[in-house]
């Protein structure tokens, strides 16, 4: 087990053809109540949604335990809505904060990093669980996601 001393044991019975999808889900959900119980919560810099863990001090992005690579500007757009979770920020709000810099009015550029940004960490990135578009204002992230803590 991932980060210490796991106590118990667990049977799971399955009727479903996949199995493997399950043992996997469970193993994520164990491992990042470990992870709750080694490191703390979103002082250690680390945020937990739904098979998705976002550390902000080591910069990685792990999804139903797959590490996700991430430049450094998708990073920076998804720390800054998961730590906002469910309050929504135009692209100028995004840009600003991201590039640290006034906004010039390309809209494309922080859309094609929120399309860049959804394909690696969402099943169906035209259907979006994380990073939800709110038509005519903006981004936010899904603020019916459990946090895990």
Known sequence: MMGGDFFGKVLILSFKDNEEHIINRILSCMNKEIEILHHGNVQS???YFDGLCVDEQ???VVRENNEIELTYTEFEILLLLAQNMGKVFSKEQIYDSVWKEPYFGDH???MSHIRNLRGKIEDNPSKPIYIQTVWGVGYRFN??????L
Request: cysteine-free; overall charge positive.
């Open 45 to 47: 810099g680390q945020l």
């Open 58 to 60: 080591k910069r990685i």
């Open 108 to 110: 494309n550029i922080v």
């Open 143 to 148: 603020k019916n996601l459990s946090s895990g």
